[in-house]
């Protein structure tokens, strides 16, 4: 059937699987050509990319059985179809998911390292604040001690540059 052949609409829809109405529908949105005979009676163009597309649509046409058994074999075929795919998008999420989680468990450990390390980092450094704080303190009293020998230094060289008689007399 690689050339078009013209069939009487009940011989189209006998090749086809699709009923009479469903074949005048088609006409009628132009998605068959129907040529009109000498004798009065529809006759519809029918090429091979016109049943392979209504192969395509999902009916396959027998004529030894009734529509509503193609129509189930066809529907039971999408079903496993369906079935098949959902079946690898499940174990494509599946597998997606079990990856997330194995992320987000290292992520969960690197972020309770970083943690434990900022606790240390802060102990540490409160540690270290006590160490100079104590040793600043330390720190100002020697300098204080300093002044006050620095001082008392002071006088004694101030007493010893007077004169002799000045610390005899007063």
Do not use: H, Y
Not at 5 to 25: C, H, M, N, Q, Y
Not at 51 to 80: F, W, Y
Not at 98 to 104: E, F, M, N, P, T
């Amino acid at each position: 059937m690689t050339d078009p052949t013209l069939f009487l609409l009940a011989e189209a829809a006998e090749r086809t699987g699709l009923s009479v109405d469903a074949l005048r529908k088609r006409i009628k949105r132009g998605a068959l050509e129907m040529v009109k005979g000498n004798d009065g009676l529809v006759r519809v163009r029918l090429t091979a990319a016109d049943m392979d597309a209504v192969r395509l649509a999902g009916v396959q046409p027998t004529p030894s059985q009734p529509e509503s058994s193609t129509a189930i074999k066809v529907l039971e075929e999408a079903v496993g179809l369906l079935r098949d795919q959902l079946g690898r998008e499940r174990a494509a999420l599946e597998s997606e998911t079990a990856s997330l989680r194995a992320w987000a468990e290292g992520a969960e450990e690197r972020l309770q390292a970083a943690s434990r390390r900022l606790e240390e980092e802060r102990s540490r450094a409160a540690a270290e604040a006590v160490e100079l704080r104590t040793a600043g303190e330390e720190a100002r009293l020697q300098a204080a001690r300093a002044e006050e020998k620095a001082e008392g230094l002071r006088l004694a060289l101030e007493e010893a540059r007077r004169p002799f008689w000045r610390r005899w007399i007063g």
